[in-house]
């Protein structure tokens, strides 16, 4: 054949020309042919001619493709001869169709790539029966073609950048073109061609970041989320996939690109179960394959609370008084710890304040005002959060603490259950005080003296043992109690007298002495009781008391018999309880006549006026009772009386009436009842407004001191009580009290000590209430040895005298007490006493008889109870009419200057310069 000229081989025509010989050795010559086309190799065509003629060749049918065709041929000649067998030629293999389906995959087909050479998958079916493909071509653009290249399935190298093949070196969408060729020579047609497009992208991701929650530093779990993100530069085949690493080691597997992604920070590829720092590392791949990083981040993984926590407030107080306190903090973070601690606190559990960093002290937490807190007082519990910086939250832990801001109150102290006085300096305390609820309870108590000075706080306990400290005189003691929460009450206090010692007697008279009577008249150094034991002989058997308490005693002795010598001894007790206090035995004689001789009295005056009051002063010649009547007129229609047998009198008026003109007069009886003699008619005008000043002191005189004694003289402008303060320092501690209201003021200081400096003060409160003034602090050094010598009594003469009156004056040369005795003969009877110390005495005689001659002699007694006298006997008369021009008679002028004499002598008025010649006698200047 010579379209199909070797067999076997694939031919793409479907028409077969056959050619021959004709046989060489025939006689009759051929006439036609049995021809016969099949698909075995061995068939014998029939004996019948199809094909006539004496022809050399053939073209048949139309064979349908395959590779089994054979051609038969059998001749016949004229003769009718059949070859016996046929000649094959075959086989004839037929493909008239070429490739089909073609395909064609780039790479692995995901339509990227990262490298200019990739590998072709093609794929060109060749319908079958089909010659097979044999031939394949490629191209970048669909024009230039590389040369024919045997038929393969895979195709390694091909460059999409191939310029030969019109490809272009950039990165992008790259199509390769293909197109097949089977062994028979059948090529696809160009419509039948294919192509695959591949985005060549040669450039990794950049920009690539990572953050662990949102960019923590910290964190609590081990599965966080990661933010990542990266860039594909243009051209871009896209971001795809993603992995991640814990240690940059070991991978995860790629997974889907995304923003976000969960992780594990612990489980995770590379990860350790342990706290710490963690680095998150994260790899980028885009569609083409280009792969980018790591890049990564850090975090600090903690997972254990913080722990060991404590809490104190007001370093582990119980108790406290304010709302604000310090709060002491311990929390410890478990290594490695995250650190970055903070701390939150309440009141109540369930409302939280802010978290605050962590310190160790945190001071002004209200237990009020602060979360969760209320405006009461009781047991405060307050609750303490903790969290690190990886949000691990520790506690809670609490604490309490008693509020109590209401201090105790309604504090009660009692001395010796309420007593006035202590007659020892250790004394038993009732404490007693209200600690409102909610309570914290009373804790402590502490005492003062003053209210300045405090005792150290020690333990409450409602019973105590004090122990009184210093001389004896008034102790107030100061009294507060603190609760548990340190609020501090205010003060009780109690005050009591100490008085230890019995009281001191001075000056013991016999005075006013009569047939059947006499006052006996003594001093104590505080008030006390009296009472005189009396009698014929020192056993005394009878005796009369009195149970007011004063300082100033005059007892009445009555039913004696006349011209008779009695013994007697005067006692007091004060109110303490201190004592008897005993006298030593003294005597006195009862006069033989009656004593028929009112009182005389003297130096009447208004010493003090207010408003309302008005304090009238007298004296009388000797011991007599007091009585005041007044009233709007000379017909008084008031009064007022002191039973007391006193030498120097004082009365307070009352429930007057502002501006107002009062008159009155003062009458005194004696003992004996003698009286009552009465004064002339005086007046005064009360003050317009009440009395609001206070008394001016002036003139403080140490009128005369001895070992054990020692007498304090002062003036004021209006009458006042008389208070000394006196001890070894200018705490003073001791105290000597006169409240009879007067202008000239005297105290004896009993109960000293022998060459000891003693300070002393003055006080003074007027009738109103004003005061008390003090003066400033003065000294005195007692006598080293007792003073055993009287006074000298000198210059013994008769001043003013009138038919009715004389004053009697002397000096002594120490400061010392007054006594004249008095009558018509030399057995005298009447007695006239000036209690007060001064070197010059001054005695007014009044109801004197005309006429009459008078007998007279003077004592004297010092501080020590040295007395002098009596002086001779001396005698004057009493004018019966007025003297004749040229005698000697006082004149007004002369009055004046006796009375003001008096005036001195009755205040001890004098200024001590110093101590000359014998003890306790100074030379008054």
Same mark, same amino acid.
């Given at each position: 054949?010579?379209?199909?000229?070797?067999?076997?081989?694939?031919?793409?025509?479907?028409?077969?020309?056959?050619?021959?010989?004709?046989?060489?050795?025939?006689?009759?010559?051929?006439?036609?042919?049995?021809?016969?086309?099949?698909?075995? #190799?061995?068939?014998?065509?029939?004996?019948?001619?199809?094909?006539?003629?004496?022809?050399?060749?053939?073209?048949?049918?139309?064979?349908?493709?395959?590779?089994?065709?054979?051609?038969?041929?059998?001749?016949?000649?004229?003769?009718?001869?059949?070859?016996?067998?046929?000649?094959?030629?075959?086989?004839?293999?037929?493909?008239?169709?070429?490739?089909?389906?073609?395909?064609?995959?780039?790479?692995?087909?995901?339509?990227?790539?990262?490298?200019?050479?990739?590998?072709?998958?093609?794929?060109?079916?060749?319908?079958?029966?089909?010659?097979?493909?044999?031939?394949?071509?490629?191209?970048?653009?669909?024009?230039?073609?590389?040369?024919?290249?045997?038929?393969?399935?895979?195709?390694?190298?091909?460059?999409?950048?191939?310029?030969?093949?019109?490809?272009?070196?950039?990165?992008?969408?790259?199509?390769?073109?293909?197109?097949?060729?089977?062994?028979?020579?059948?090529?696809?047609?160009?419509?039948?061609?294919?192509?695959?497009?591949?985005?060549?992208?040669?450039?990794?991701?950049?920009?690539?970041?990572?953050?662990?929650?949102?960019?923590?530093?910290?964190?609590?779990?081990?599965?966080?989320?990661?933010?990542?993100?990266?860039?594909?530069?243009?051209?871009?085949?896209?971001?795809?996939?993603?992995?991640?690493?814990?240690?940059?080691?070991?991978?995860?597997?790629?997974?889907?690109?995304?923003?976000?992604?969960?992780? /594990?920070?612990?489980? @995770?590829?590379?990860?350790?179960?342990?706290?710490?720092?963690?680095?998150? +590392?994260?790899?980028?791949?885009?569609?083409?394959?280009?792969?980018?990083?790591?890049?990564?981040?850090?975090?600090?993984?903690?997972?254990?609370?913080?722990?060991?926590?404590?809490?104190?407030?007001?370093?582990?107080?119980?108790?406290?008084?304010?709302?604000?306190?310090?709060?002491?903090?311990?929390?410890?973070?478990?290594?490695?710890?995250?650190?970055?601690?903070?701390?939150?606190?309440?009141?109540?559990?369930?409302?939280?304040?802010?978290?605050?960093?962590?310190?160790?002290?945190?001071?002004?937490?209200?237990?009020? *005002?602060?979360?969760?807190?209320?405006?009461?007082?009781?047991?405060?519990?307050?609750?303490?959060?903790?969290?690190?910086?990886? @949000?691990?939250?520790?506690?809670?832990?609490?604490?309490?603490?008693?509020?109590?801001?209401?201090?105790?109150?309604?504090?009660?102290?009692?001395?010796?259950?309420?007593?006035?006085?202590?007659?020892?300096?250790?004394?038993?305390?009732?404490?007693?005080?209200?600690?409102?609820?909610?309570?914290?309870?009373?804790?402590?108590?502490?005492?003062?003296?003053?209210?300045?000075?405090?005792?150290?706080?020690?333990?409450?306990?409602?019973?105590?043992?004090?122990?009184?400290?210093?001389?004896?005189?008034?102790?107030?003691?100061?009294?507060?109690?603190?609760?548990?929460?340190?609020?501090?009450?205010?003060?009780?206090?109690?005050?009591?007298?100490?008085?230890?010692?019995?009281?001191?007697?001075?000056?013991?008279?016999?005075?006013?002495?009569?047939?059947?009577?006499?006052?006996?008249?003594?001093?104590?150094?505080?008030?006390?009781?009296?009472?005189?034991?009396?009698?014929?002989?020192?056993?005394?058997?009878?005796?009369?008391?009195?149970?007011?308490?004063?300082?100033?005693?005059?007892?009445?002795?009555?039913?004696?018999?006349?011209?008779?010598?009695?013994?007697?001894?005067?006692? /007091?007790?004060?109110?303490?309880?201190?004592?008897?206090?005993?006298?030593?035995?003294?005597?006195?004689?009862?006069?033989?006549?009656?004593?028929?001789?009112?009182?005389?009295?003297?130096?009447?005056?208004?010493?003090?006026?207010?408003?309302?009051?008005?304090?009238?002063?007298?004296?009388?010649?000797?011991?007599?009772?007091?009585?005041?009547?007044?009233?709007?007129?000379?017909?008084?229609?008031?009064?007022?009386?002191?039973?007391?047998?006193?030498?120097?009198?004082?009365?307070?008026?009352?429930?007057?009436?502002?501006?107002?003109?009062? +008159?009155?007069?003062?009458?005194?009886?004696?003992?004996?009842?003698?009286?009552?003699?009465?004064?002339?008619?005086?007046?005064?005008?009360?003050?317009?407004?009440?009395?609001?000043? &206070? &008394?001016?002191?002036?003139?403080? *005189?140490?009128?005369?001191?001895?070992?054990?004694?020692?007498?304090?003289?002062?003036?004021?402008?209006?009458?006042?009580?008389?208070?000394?303060?006196?001890?070894?320092?200018?705490?003073? @501690?001791?105290?000597?009290?006169?409240?009879?209201?007067?202008?000239?003021?005297?105290?004896?200081?009993?109960?000293?000590?022998?060459?000891?400096?003693?300070?002393?003060?003055?006080?003074?409160?007027?009738?109103?209430?004003?005061?008390?003034?003090?003066? #400033?602090?003065?000294?005195?050094?007692?006598?080293?040895?007792?003073?055993?010598?009287?006074?000298?009594? /000198?210059?013994?003469?008769?001043?003013?005298?009138?038919?009715?009156?004389?004053?009697?004056?002397?000096?002594?040369?120490?400061?010392?007490?007054?006594?004249?005795?008095?009558?018509?003969?030399?057995?005298?009877?009447?007695?006239?006493?000036?209690?007060?110390?001064? *070197?010059?005495?001054?005695?007014?005689?009044?109801?004197?008889?005309?006429?009459?001659?008078? +007998?007279?002699?003077?004592?004297?007694?010092?501080?020590?109870?040295?007395?002098? @006298?009596?002086?001779?006997?001396?005698?004057?008369?009493?004018?019966?009419?007025?003297?004749?021009?040229?005698?000697?008679?006082?004149?007004?002028?002369?009055?004046?200057?006796?009375?003001?004499?008096?005036?001195?002598?009755?205040?001890?008025?004098?200024?001590?310069?110093?101590?000359?010649?014998?003890?306790?006698?100074?030379?008054?200047?």
């Amino acid at each position: 054949s010579d379209t199909h000229p070797v067999p076997g081989t694939w031919y793409n025509q479907g028409r077969v020309r056959m050619l021959w010989d004709l046989p060489p050795f025939d006689i009759s010559g051929i006439k036609g042919y049995s021809i016969m086309w099949d698909t075995s #190799p061995t068939t014998v065509p029939r004996e019948h001619i199809n094909v006539t003629g004496n022809v050399s060749e053939f073209l048949g049918p139309r064979l349908r493709d395959g590779s089994g065709w054979y051609f038969h041929i059998r001749a016949c000649d004229n003769s009718g001869n059949w070859n016996d067998s046929a000649t094959t030629f075959g086989p004839v293999c037929i493909d008239t169709k070429a490739p089909s389906g073609l395909s064609l995959r780039i790479g692995d087909g995901s339509g990227y790539a990262n490298d200019a050479l990739v590998a072709l998958s093609p794929d060109a079916p060749d319908p079958q029966p089909g010659s097979g493909t044999g031939w394949m071509a490629f191209s970048n653009d669909g024009t230039f073609w590389t040369d024919w290249l045997p038929y393969d399935s895979a195709l390694s190298g091909w460059n999409l950048t191939d310029y030969r093949f019109g490809g272009e070196d950039t990165d992008g969408p790259k199509t390769v073109y293909f197109k097949a060729r089977d062994v028979a020579g059948n090529e696809v047609t160009a419509e039948n061609r294919t192509a695959a497009t591949v985005f060549l992208d040669r450039r990794a991701p950049d920009g690539l970041g990572i953050a662990i929650n949102d960019g923590s530093e910290w964190t609590n779990k081990a599965d966080v989320t990661l933010l990542v993100r990266a860039s594909d530069p243009e051209p871009a085949s896209g971001l795809w996939r993603l992995g991640l690493s814990n240690d940059g080691v070991s991978w995860s597997g790629w997974t889907d690109w995304a923003g976000t992604a969960a992780w /594990s920070l612990a489980e @995770g590829a590379g990860g350790a179960d342990s706290d710490g720092l963690k680095t998150v +590392h994260l790899r980028v791949m885009d569609r083409a394959g280009n792969i980018a990083g790591p890049a990564s981040a850090t975090i600090f993984l903690d997972q254990r609370p913080p722990g060991q926590l404590g809490l104190l407030i007001n370093d582990g107080a119980g108790f406290t008084n304010v709302s604000e306190v310090s709060l002491a903090v311990h929390v410890v973070d478990p290594e490695p710890g995250s650190a970055g601690l903070e701390m939150a606190f309440s009141n109540d559990g369930s409302e939280y304040g802010p978290w605050e960093p962590m310190a160790e002290l945190r001071g002004n937490w209200s237990l009020v *005002t602060g979360a969760g807190g209320k405006d009461s007082d009781g047991n405060k519990t307050v609750r303490m959060m903790t969290r690190d910086a990886a @949000g691990n939250l520790g506690g809670p832990v609490n604490a309490s603490i008693f509020l109590d801001r209401v201090r105790p109150e309604r504090l009660a102290i009692a001395i010796n259950g309420g007593a006035r006085y202590a007659t020892r300096p250790d004394v038993d305390l009732s404490l007693a005080a209200e600690d409102a609820e909610p309570s914290s309870g009373l804790r402590a108590m502490q005492f003062s003296r003053d209210g300045t000075v405090w005792t150290e706080w020690e333990q409450f306990s409602p019973c105590r043992t004090y122990h009184l400290d210093g001389p004896d005189g008034p102790r107030t003691l100061h009294f507060k109690v603190k609760d548990r929460a340190g609020n501090i009450g205010g003060e009780g206090t109690a005050t009591i007298i100490l008085d230890t010692t019995a009281p001191f007697l001075t000056g013991v008279v016999a005075s006013g002495i009569t047939p059947r009577s006499a006052v006996i008249m003594w001093q104590t150094d505080e008030e006390a009781d009296g009472a005189v034991d009396y009698g014929p002989t020192g056993a005394y058997g009878m005796s009369a008391a009195n149970g007011t308490f004063v300082t100033s005693h005059s007892i009445l002795l009555t039913g004696l018999l006349p011209a008779t010598t009695y013994h007697f001894r005067v006692t /007091s007790k004060d109110a303490a309880g201190n004592g008897p206090a005993r006298s030593s035995d003294i005597t006195f004689t009862t006069t033989s006549k009656d004593d028929f001789v009112p009182p005389m009295i003297s130096d009447v005056k208004v010493l003090g006026l207010s408003d309302r009051t008005a304090v009238i002063g007298w004296r009388t010649s000797e011991p007599a009772d007091g009585l005041v009547e007044w009233g709007p007129t000379e017909a008084y229609g008031m009064s007022g009386r002191d039973s007391r047998l006193v030498l120097v009198h004082s009365l307070t008026l009352g429930g007057l009436s502002p501006s107002t003109a009062y +008159h009155f007069r003062v009458a005194s009886s004696d003992s004996s009842g003698n009286g009552p003699s009465f004064s002339p008619d005086f007046t005064f005008t009360t003050l317009a407004r009440p009395d609001t000043t &206070p &008394p001016v002191i002036s003139d403080v *005189t140490i009128v005369a001191f001895s070992d054990r004694q020692a007498v304090i003289s002062w003036l004021t402008d209006e009458a006042a009580d008389t208070v000394v303060e006196y001890g070894t320092d200018q705490g003073y @501690g001791k105290r000597a009290v006169d409240r009879a209201l007067v202008l000239s003021h005297q105290l004896i200081l009993s109960g000293l000590a022998p060459s000891t400096t003693y300070h002393f003060r003055v006080h003074a409160t007027d009738a109103a209430g004003n005061g008390p003034v003090t003066s #400033p602090d003065f000294a005195f050094t007692t006598l080293a040895l007792p003073d055993t010598t009287p006074p000298v009594i /000198s210059g013994v003469k008769v001043l003013d005298l009138t038919g009715t009156s004389a004053l009697v004056c002397w000096d002594t040369d120490e400061a010392s007490t007054g006594l004249l005795e008095l009558g018509t003969d030399a057995s005298y009877g009447i007695s006239v006493e000036d209690g007060a110390f001064t *070197t010059r005495h001054a005695l007014l005689l009044q109801n004197l008889t005309p006429g009459r001659t008078y +007998h007279f002699r003077v004592y004297s007694t010092d501080l020590s109870g040295n007395r002098a @006298g009596p002086t001779g006997d001396a005698t004057f008369t009493a004018p019966s009419e007025p003297p004749a021009p040229g005698v000697a008679r006082l004149g007004p002028l002369d009055l004046v200057m006796a009375a003001a004499l008096l005036a001195l002598a009755a205040a001890g008025a004098a200024l001590i310069s110093r101590s000359r010649g014998r003890a306790g006698r100074g030379r008054t200047d």
